[in-house]
């Protein structure tokens, strides 16, 4: 079924274009989010076969497993903050500020640092996965994609529904591990960049979430 779709990523990722399957090794797989939520979305899949049908939660139990999905994350988390500069570094003020000391003559005894893009990558899993096979997204923090349709998909990227890889292990009674009760995907909206919120009203969110993305990138 569709739940089972991210499979043939794992059981055969030299059969995929590079801009599908980013990389791959023995122990996992990056792929492109085929519907992405934000303006950079990519996954991470473990092959290992003792976890790939396991709930996260579950999974990240065995912590040697979790330490190797961290240390993996820490690459790509990587990897996605060099394609968010090529694809905005001209258009930010930082960059702009480091370029334009890199050029004077002489330059400065002290260079200003560069943007941190890996700053604006998120990474985790969702409490409540669609997909069957085990997987960790490694996003921008923008929310801004056309793909973004639903109240949910904003939701379950902006509140505790989305579980950041460095809580794991999660404690016994981490409230997280009950997100239904917890009623997340129903909360009203809030911007993850300002904080203001926008009730239950999702094309005033849309909206916003452009404007914010535009000034976002420029930062
Ligand atoms: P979940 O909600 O299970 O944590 O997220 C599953 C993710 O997989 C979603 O972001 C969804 O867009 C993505 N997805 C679903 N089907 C496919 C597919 O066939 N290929 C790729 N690359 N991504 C998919
Ligand atoms: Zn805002």
């Not at 930010?92 to 260079?111: I, K, M, V, Y």
């Not at 994609?145 to 009674?173: C, G, Q």
């Not at 129903?186 to 909206?207: I, M, P, V, Y």
């Amino acid at each position: 079924g569709v739940r089972d779709g991210l499979g043939a990523y794992i059981a055969k990722p030299e059969t995929y274009a590079p801009d599908v399957v980013v990389y791959h090794n023995d122990d996992f797989v990056a792929i492109h989010d085929m519907f992405p939520k934000s303006s950079l979305h990519l996954l991470l899949l473990p092959r290992d076969q003792t976890k790939t049908r396991m709930h996260p939660f579950d999974a990240f139990e065995d912590t040697e497993f979790l330490e190797k999905v961290k240390t993996e994350t820490r690459t790509l988390r990587k990897l996605a903050a060099g394609e968010l500069r090529r694809k905005y570094g001209k258009d930010s003020a930082q960059e702009q500020t480091r370029q334009a000391a890199l050029s004077a003559d002489p330059p400065p005894d002290e260079l200003p640092l560069g943007r941190d893009w890996e700053h604006d990558i998120v990474v985790g899993v969702h409490a409540v996965p669609s997909m069957n096979h085990l997987h960790v997204h490694v996003l921008s923090v923008d929310r801004y994609s056309e793909r973004l349709k639903h109240r949910k998909h904003y939701n379950s990227f902006s509140t505790p529904f989305f579980v950041p890889i460095e809580d794991f292990p999660l404690a016994e009674d981490d409230v997280r591990r009950n997100p239904t009760r917890e009623g997340y995907l129903k909360r009203d909206f809030t911007c993850w960049r300002c904080s203001r919120g926008f009730g239950n009203r999702f094309a005033e969110l849309k909206q916003h979430l452009e404007q914010e993305f535009k000034e976002w990138k420029k930062l």
